[in-house]
DNA sequence: TTGATAGGCAAGTCGCTACTTGCCTATGGT
DNA sequence: ACCATAGGCAAGTAGCGACTTGCCTATCAA
């Protein structure tokens, strides 16, 4: 539900997550884990990133594929296309000039 | 920043808020409270309310106008237009935490 | 089979945050 | 002047959430 999507965007760690999966779609757990140490300078530990993506997975912004050892991860917008326009009323659409 | 926007939409209550202000724009503290209990039900006490404004407003969500002992809250949807698209277009994302 | 890789589970620690409690200031009606 | 209304400030408490620690399972390559 839509409360999950909010938690789950909470996390500074979690949105880069969906930042690196928005750039480069299907990484496994260890990949995340690499690019976010490397290109984000983000310290987490792969528990941490493990938790992360099962919070985002609860949340139905990132779905899983097992594949032999391997678990892919695959980001989804759906949720987000949804929660917004909750306060974005029919009134005063600013956002195009 | 954007950040702020995120922490502030993690809480149901403040999410609350922003129904409310949506519905009826220029609220005071005492009215939105009033609303929340009545409406929602929600037993929310007023100090726990006013902190809540503070942190929609820190985050540019709410903004407020002082009128002699009156202080009517207003809702700002700039924020919110801003996030989301972070993750729904295939360009670069922006570097935020 | 052995070892290395990829990931999972569970309990525990620690910090942040939502909420309370109590007291304070200011404005306005009568 | 009085007092009720509208709101603010600050310290303290409780619980949730992020992260760690330690050990476990499963798959593949040699």
Chains 1, 2 share one sequence.
Not at 37 to 58: D, F, I
């Amino acid at each position: 539900m839509a409360e999950d999507v909010f938690k789950a965007l909470a996390d500074p760690t979690r949105r880069k997550i969906l930042d690196e999966l928005t750039e480069r779609n299907g990484q496994t757990l260890f990949e995340i884990c690499a690019r976010l140490t490397t290109k984000h300078g983000l310290g987490s530990s792969r528990q941490a990133v493990s938790q992360h993506l099962a919070v985002l997975e609860s949340a139905g912004l990132v779905v899983s594929r097992r594949q032999g050892r391997y678990k892919f991860h695959d980001l989804r917008t759906e949720p987000l296309e949804r929660i917004v326009t909750r306060w974005l009323k029919p009134d005063a659409p600013e956002s195009t000039p």
